[in-house]
């Protein structure tokens, strides 16, 4: 079973930057659509971005759209987002997750195993 861990959350100004990381331990990384998913208080978790397991392919969620940026080195087991020009609305807890297929979704069902989420809040 692979398992998640994110970090790099924190408090930061509006316009500033942040990069997480999400850890992954388990054999099946490399060949796993990566994406991350945040939740804000009293609202459903949406999803954010996703990476093939090439990192040749990403998707992104229209919000954040040319502001963030997802990757993955293969050879570290670790997929990151960096974010840039973060808005209060950015602020959440941000969650890797993991889908053991080839194909990339905004679905969160769809998404195999979870990291238990990092932080971010962003000030005005």
């Known amino acids: 079973q692979v398992q998640l861990v994110e970090s790099g959350g924190g408090l930061v100004q509006a316009g500033g930057s942040l990069r997480l990381s999400c850890a992954a331990s388990?054999?099946?990384?490399?060949?796993?659509?990566m994406g991350w998913f945040r939740q804000a208080p009293g609202k459903e978790r949406e999803f954010v971005t996703a990476i093939s397991w090439s990192g040749g392919n990403a998707l992104y969620a229209d919000s954040v759209k040319g502001r963030f940026t997802i990757s993955r080195d293969n050879a570290k087991n670790t997929v990151y987002l960096q974010m840039n020009s973060l808005k209060p609305e950015d602020t959440a807890v941000y969650y890797c997750?993991?889908?053991?297929?080839?194909?990339?979704?905004?679905?969160?069902?769809?998404?195999?195993?979870w990291g238990q989420g990092t932080q971010v809040t962003v000030s005005s």
């Open positions: 388990g054999r099946t990384f490399s060949s796993s659509v």
């Open positions: 997750a993991g889908r053991l297929a080839a194909t990339m979704t905004p679905t969160s069902t769809q998404y195999n195993y």
